[in-house]
């Protein structure tokens, strides 16, 4: 395994997310919840339309959740309206981040290391947020240029500037 394998994700294919996601739903129609779900934010796994050099082409994503590509070492998130693209890593350590559906945040399994859907670091021994890709928008997909990272405490203007909003 390379150190940016995601063999320690808890969702290893679709087989498993499904699972999971049938599981989620049952506890929140047993508890009556069920409108809540659609809320949540869910996580899968998937690939570029595209690579063209250092540009890689994703479509954009449709409801809040976040996608994980292992190929290219991307997560795509949309958060709230914004599309977001990270590197796989945890800034730390360089482990493979997962997503942890339930508390709706990233955390990294080596260090506990904890992220918001946006990237800002909550706790744990990272220094900074995790590292931003640059990003932006083609019509109806995201390009992500995978050789320009921004990391928040070396550049915050470029980190912050990395999302595209949707409208």
């Not at 954009?60 to 709230?80: H, M, S, Y």
């Not at 946006?118 to 640059?134: K, P, Y």
Request: aromatic letters at 8%; hydrophobic letters at 40%; a neutral charge.
């Amino acid at each position: 395994m390379s150190e940016h394998d995601c063999g320690g994700c808890e969702l290893e294919g679709r087989r498993d997310f499904l699972r999971a996601a049938a599981s989620l739903l049952a506890t929140f129609v047993a508890l009556g919840a069920a409108p809540a779900v659609a809320e949540a934010m869910t996580v899968r796994t998937g690939s570029a339309l595209g690579v063209r050099g250092t540009d890689v082409t994703y479509p954009i994503p449709a409801a809040d959740g976040a996608t994980i590509d292992k190929t290219e070492q991307v997560i795509l998130v949309r958060f709230q309206g914004v599309v977001y693209a990270f590197n796989l890593s945890c800034p730390h350590q360089n482990t493979a981040l997962k997503w942890l559906a339930a508390d709706k945040r990233f955390q990294c399994p080596k260090h506990k290391s904890k992220y918001q859907p946006d990237g800002t670091f909550i706790s744990g021994r990272a220094t900074r947020g995790m590292d931003r890709l640059a990003i932006r928008r083609e019509g109806e997909t995201v390009v992500v240029n995978v050789d320009v990272m921004f990391e928040q405490d070396k550049d915050p203007a470029g980190w912050t500037a990395a999302r595209v909003t949707l409208e």
